[in-house]
């Protein structure tokens, strides 16, 4: 079933034949009683009765065009009106014309079909009146316009309803597609938040694998080295049974702790050089220790107003001046080192310098595969640039072969938070 007849109920397709053959046979029954001609009358049924079976009926998709159903309305009106002037009681047939009206005609459109059809019912409704005198024709004009004028406002109340019922189902049709529009967005949200999550979770361990990689690196890497170190001067000392003895006390020491900074490192806390000390006097208890471990003089040296830092900026420069010294201890044969703290105005500065034999720089971009040194040195140093580069804070590494090695870390001087 096509959309346009689906849209009409049978009972309004079939009703008007079967009002328009009601009021047929009673013209058969009126007029045969009373002698009268029924070729004319019957002619202009049947007529009415084609123009509606061959233009509306039987041809749905011509419902929908505008012109043909405003030429099939103007000719069912005058076939009516005929019909009318002829027999009164073919004004009964105004409801069927009425339907007609407000189906198929258009606005601004329908109010005039509609008023056509009342004038036609009026004159139907009128046809005793004698319409040769004033009063007669006062009274049809009165018939007229009292099935005119309602029935136009009818028309007009109607045409304004179904403007509002169109724009209800008009914002119901933008609220449904911003709701599926939401919907989506919402859907589409969530995968990125879980995405975002997954992500986050990744750079958590990535983040983690990273701190426990720096972790290892300046607590148990470091310590083993000097063990290893300081067995080996112990296996070198001959006969010397005190050389031999603190050897092996200072190995002992450095086993003791690393084992204490390896387990404050997977705990996440703060190295014990900076737990009872400022960074000063922590940077000056480390260098100390490597100094008499080592047997190289270190300077200490802090210049400006000493003041808190943010735990982790402390933590870093410590960290910083640690593998500084570890990587003159194992590379550089230096005679002595310089070890320089600087408090400014706007960021803190670590400087480490040695008079060591040095290294050329680019050997840092080169692949593993230059040397276990080099590797080595190189993890260190990019161990030593994330943590500074992670507080905003910038490294530099100055070297040439023959001319000793200088690292200068510095980052934001931003004042730890007071306790509350």
């Known amino acids: ?158 045409r304004r309803d179904a403007r509002r019922n169109e724009e209800r189902e008009c914002a119901l049709h933008e609220a449904r597609e911003a709701n599926r529009k939401l919907a989506a967005s919402l859907a589409e949200n969530a995968a990125l938040h879980e995405q975002l999550l997954v992500q986050a979770r990744n750079a958590g361990v990535q983040d983690e694998r990273r701190r426990m990689a720096r972790e290892i690196h300046d607590t148990l890497a470091q310590g083993l080295t000097g063990i290893i170190t300081q067995l080996h001067a112990a296996k070198h000392s001959g006969d010397d049974p005190a050389e031999w003895h603190r050897h092996v006390e200072a190995a002992t020491k450095l086993a003791g702790e690393g084992l204490s900074e390896a387990r404050r490192s997977v705990h996440a806390l703060r190295p014990e050089p900076l737990e009872t000390a400022r960074l000063s006097e922590a940077l000056a208890g480390v260098a100390k220790r490597w100094s008499a471990l080592q047997e190289i003089p270190v300077q200490i040296m802090t210049t400006g107003t000493a003041r808190p830092m943010r735990p982790e900026a402390e933590v870093a420069l410590l960290r910083t001046a640690q593998e500084a010294l570890a990587n003159v201890a194992k590379h550089a044969r230096a005679s002595r080192v310089g070890v320089t703290l600087s408090y400014m105005e706007h960021e803190v500065a670590l400087d480490v310098r040695d008079d060591g034999g040095g290294f050329d720089p680019a050997w840092l971009t080169h692949d593993v595969a230059d040397g276990p040194r080099t590797a080595h040195r190189g993890f260190g140093l990019i161990a030593m640039r994330q943590r500074i580069e992670g507080l905003s804070g910038t490294l530099q590494v100055e070297s040439e072969p023959g001319a000793g090695t200088g690292i200068s870390a510095r980052v934001p001087a931003e004042r730890a938070e007071s306790p509350a």
Request: charged letters at 10%.
């Open 1 to 158: 079933m096509s959309e346009p007849t689906a849209r009409w109920p049978v009972t309004v397709t079939a009703g008007p034949y079967a009002l328009l053959a009601l009021l047929a046979g009673v013209t058969v029954a009126v007029k045969r009683s009373a002698g009268e001609s029924l070729l004319i009358d019957l002619a202009l049924c049947a007529l009415m009765a084609a123009w509606m079976l061959g233009v509306f009926t039987l041809r749905p998709a011509w419902r929908e065009r505008v012109p043909v159903m405003a030429v099939f309305f103007t000719v069912l009106i005058l076939l009516m009106a005929i019909l009318v002037i002829r027999d009164p009681w073919f004004g009964f047939f105004t409801p069927a014309a009425y339907v007609f009206a407000f189906r198929v005609l258009r606005w601004p459109w329908e109010p005039i079909g509609v008023g056509a059809v009342a004038v036609v019912s009026g004159t139907a409704q009128a046809y005793g009146v004698d319409k040769t005198t004033a009063v007669g024709l006062i009274t049809y004009g009165a018939v007229v316009a009292a099935n005119v004028i309602p029935m136009c406002a009818f028309a007009w109340y109607a």
